[in-house]
């Protein structure tokens, strides 16, 4: 068992319980060997015997949990588990009862405790791969039920439109998108946040010379229906400042971070038309907020960089710039804004009207 030799270690352990089967610790020493060598419905039943002759094991009735798990008897397997996840002896205990937990609940069709476990299995190991998959799984099968039942109990509605302009946008088909999102408008017209994804998505994929104007257009319609989403707000400012009409853009974005003020991207933006202008020492706050907010943020630390330089504090720049370069060779890529759907990114290829 040492040296993890568990088809021999089955044999050796078979002849000991023949000889001693009465001995509860040998039961589940051969159901660990027979679970590590995949023989589970065998593993099963050697750990029912050493409850039976010992029901104070909690370590072979975890094992058994799990083995019920892998066999799909789910609602033993949940009974054991269960308790069992909320304190486990150990990390790696802990992460297969969570995969096993998690699974028997999907076999149950309880997807609001399956998730709950996926949540907390991503808590405690955010980069375990196995866990990512399993959970992107869960969430993704999830999502396909959820769908298919709404095209099956309004196929109609303006619901499924938005849904399916949705997936075209996560997929990157932005024209069918927008055909979708003016779907949704022509039933509601008046629905929050459409004719912002709408304006979004010609951006990202319109091929007319006009789309910019047309996005523009569509991102003052949806201030019209909601005058505080800062997301529209930061969209027309983003436009503006590539356009290098610095005045409008910053009464934008001022807005944005005056409605959001976690809103990282408004408050790059922000501070990039303050540097146009010749204002450094103004956007030297919302720089420092900005990497507060996302300090994985190549663009703020780069940003903040060339403030610094044009203050004539050395120090601190070469400190950001060496972060910048930190970030940058390592090919992070900056968090995404938690202000709703995603935004136009700052980037520092694009910024034209910036000083070196």
């Keep these: 068992m040492a040296a993890k030799d568990w088809a021999v270690a089955v044999k050796s352990l078979e002849k000991l319980a023949g000889l001693a089967p009465g001995v509860s610790e040998v039961q589940a020493n051969l159901g660990l060997a027979y679970y590590s060598d995949n023989r589970i419905l065998e593993a099963s039943k050697a750990f029912e015997r050493a409850l039976k002759l010992n029901p104070k094991m909690t370590q072979a009735e975890t094992m058994l949990g799990l083995c019920y798990a892998e066999l799909g008897r789910n609602r033993q397997s949940v009974v054991i588990l269960a308790s069992a996840f909320r304190h486990p002896s150990d990390m790696q205990m802990g992460r297969l009862i969570g995969l096993d937990l998690q699974r028997a609940y999907e076999g149950l069709q309880q997807h609001d405790k399956a998730m709950a476990v996926a949540d907390e299995l991503l808590k405690r190991y955010p980069n375990d791969p196995e866990i990512l998959f399993h959970s992107s799984r ?11 039942q709404l095209m099956q109990v309004a196929p109609s509605s303006v619901w499924l439109h938005y849904a399916t302009a949705e997936v075209h946008a996560s997929l990157q088909r932005y024209d069918l998108a927008i055909g979708e999102y003016r779907n949704v408008l022509a039933m509601e017209p008046r629905m929050p946040g459409i004719h912002f994804r709408l304006g979004r998505a010609i951006l990202q994929g319109s091929k007319e010379t006009n789309a910019v104007e047309q996005a523009l257009h569509e991102f003052e319609l949806e201030l019209n229906i909601s005058p505080d989403n800062s997301d529209a707000e930061y969209e027309i400012g983003e436009i ?8 409008p853009a910053l009464a934008h974005f001022s807005k944005a971070v005056q409605h959001h003020p976690e809103f ?42 060339s403030v610094y330089k ?47």
């Design 264 to 305: 990282a991207q408004a408050r790059i933006g922000l501070a990039s038309t303050l540097i146009s202008q010749g204002r450094s020492r103004e956007a030297l706050g919302h720089l420092l907020e900005a990497v507060r907010i996302e300090p994985q943020n190549e663009v703020a630390h780069y940003r903040l960089a």
């Design 310 to 356: 044009v203050l004539g504090d050395a120090a601190n720049q070469q400190k950001e710039m060496a972060f910048f370069q930190k970030l940058h060779s390592a090919g992070a890529s900056n968090a995404l804004s938690l202000s709703g759907p995603a935004v136009t990114r700052q980037t520092i290829e694009t910024e034209s009207h910036m000083p070196p």
């Design 240 to 247: 503006y400042r590539q356009r290098g009409e610095f005045e």
């Design 138 to 148: 869960l969430y993704a099968d999830r999502a396909y039920e959820l769908m298919t």
